[in-house]
């Protein structure tokens, strides 16, 4: 999924939840439930980590994708600090899942076996979804999620 998504989706979170534990807490098991829905992941293939241009594509598309959803945090939130935690928390999964790469060890290899083989395949295991319908799902989550968060403006 998205940066923006879960970003977004974490930041709403943050702006609505009152208790900060929970607000983080919620906003990290957030991750794992959107990923459960048909989404686009753009990940490296083991060929095109290989390649260098490939790999600051990769980055360069990481970044537009974070800083798009700081900004939209930025415009239509209310700044609380909660909701930029509860946004970084959000994303904290994947942030996982890529120290995998970097830094390997049981706790990072157990945590990508369970989001990556487990979560990320839960329902969606022999289903053919259109790139359609997987990028109007995120369009809709960051919708409704930002329309959410502005309410949560205290």
């Not at 974070?66 to 942030?95: E, H, K, Q, T, W």
């Not at 989001?115 to 989550?141: P, Y």
Request: hydrophobic content about 55%.
């Amino acid at each position: 999924m998205f940066l923006i998504t879960h970003l977004i989706f974490g930041a709403m979170i943050g702006s609505l939840v009152n208790n900060v534990p929970l607000a983080i807490v919620l906003a990290i098991l957030s991750h794992y439930l959107l990923d459960l829905f048909p989404h686009i992941d753009y990940p490296l293939t083991a060929e095109e980590r290989k390649n260098k241009r490939k790999i600051l594509f990769g980055f360069l598309k990481l970044a537009i994708d974070f800083l798009s959803g700081i900004l939209i945090i930025m415009l239509f939130s209310s700044g609380r600090p909660i909701v930029y935690v509860c946004a970084l928390a959000a994303i904290m999964p994947d942030l996982l899942t890529a120290f995998r790469y970097t830094v390997p060890n049981k706790f990072f290899e157990k945590h990508y076996q369970f989001h990556s083989k487990i979560i990320h395949t839960l329902f969606l295991k022999d289903k053919k979804i259109s790139n359609f319908w997987k990028v109007f799902a995120q369009v809709v989550v960051i919708a409704v999620s930002t329309a959410l968060m502005t309410k949560g403006i205290h």
